[in-house]
């Protein structure tokens, strides 16, 4: 069967988190787009998509076999779940995971014991910063000597746990500015957060243009074969390796993977909702207080169906 490669949309700026994720993992960007204007521009704070924490878009398992990482551990509690509630579709989920039976060990009771994943998360993390460290550099030494060229909302002498109040109370006032190469400085950057306080001035929502970033950064190119194109897709034809499909992402503009594994969470923990909209209300303020962002009850209720006919249902019978 032929690969289907779909046309998306791309940003003319991106994040210097989609920067390190693209130079380390060849993540490629995706625009984002919120009412007239992308996300990356917008004077609409709430609706910026700068995450604290690596969970929102944990790495594939293609991701950390490129990197020498050992797989994630939310790989595990996929699995982990799937083990415990659809034990028929194990070996299903392996193989759309692209994972073998023996990369990972199933079936642990520890896996369900409270704060396992955090535990386990904070176990993983140094072997990811050991692998970004690399990266993190290339990219610190292209902004310092001007290369690549940054741009970030100057917030003077604040710390970043005040950032999105500051953008909520100053909102369009706060304009991005060009960030002069002297500026930087390795350990001042936080790339989590796009961000950089140095010398007690903070810049938040940092960009870079993608060209450039695409230039300075191109990954290593391989070719696979012929290319047709059909409508808005392209047909990847005479493949001599099958790609090996990874787990579905979601909607980009919205952080799916985080709701998923809070679902995962909510299950583990008995505390699903027997009322569907009861657990709609809840995602909708989970969305609000832990992304600063807005979804519609329609989007939420149609992500949490497939859990609601599998497992809700299930326990009634």
């Known amino acids: 069967m032929p690969t289907f490669l779909h046309v998306v949309e791309l940003p003319q700026r991106c994040f210097l988190r989609e920067v390190l994720l693209w130079a380390a993992f060849q993540r490629l960007p995706i625009a984002e787009p919120v009412l007239d204007n992308e996300v990356r521009e917008t004077a ?3 609706n910026y998509c700068v995450r604290s924490e690596l969970h929102g878009d944990f790495l594939s398992v293609s991701e950390c076999r490129r990197a020498g990482l050992p797989l994630h551990p939310l790989i595990k509690l996929d699995l982990e779940l799937c083990l415990r509630f659809e034990p028929d579709r194990v070996d299903a989920r392996l193989n759309e995971l692209g994972v073998t039976s023996e990369e990972i060990d199933l079936g642990a009771e520890d896996a369900w014991q409270p704060h396992y994943c955090d535990q386990a998360v904070d176990a993983w993390q140094p072997h990811y910063d050991r692998a970004m460290e690399y990266f993190q550099s290339q990219i610190f030494l292209a902004l310092r000597d001007g290369r690549l060229k ?3 909302r100057l917030l003077g002498e604040a710390k970043l746990s005040d950032a999105l109040a500051i953008m909520e109370e100053r909102g369009p006032k706060v304009q991005p500015t060009n960030i002069p190469g002297d500026f930087w400085s390795l350990r001042g950057i936080d790339f989590g957060n796009s961000a950089a306080c140095i010398g007690g001035q903070l810049y938040c929502f940092i960009t870079c243009g993608l060209d450039e970033v695409m230039a300075l950064f191109p990954g290593d190119r391989q070719p696979v074969g012929d290319v047709e194109r059909v409508g ?10 099958r790609p090996r499909a990874v ?3 979601g909607r980009p503009s919205l952080p799916w993977d985080s709701f998923h594994v809070e679902i995962a969470s909510l299950l583990r923990e008995g505390d699903l909702s027997e009322k569907k909209e009861a657990t709609i209300q809840y995602f909708q303020e989970w969305f609000q207080r832990r992304e600063g962002i ?10 949490l169906t497939p859990y609601y006919d599998r497992f809700l249902k299930r326990q009634k019978i």
């Open 150 to 152: 940054a741009t970030g």
């Open 294 to 303: 807005e979804v519609s009850r329609s989007a939420i209720g149609q992500k």
């Open 44 to 46: 609409i704070i709430n």
């Open 232 to 241: 808005d897709s392209f047909v990847l034809q005479n493949v001599t390796e």
């Open 247 to 249: 787990a579905s992402r």
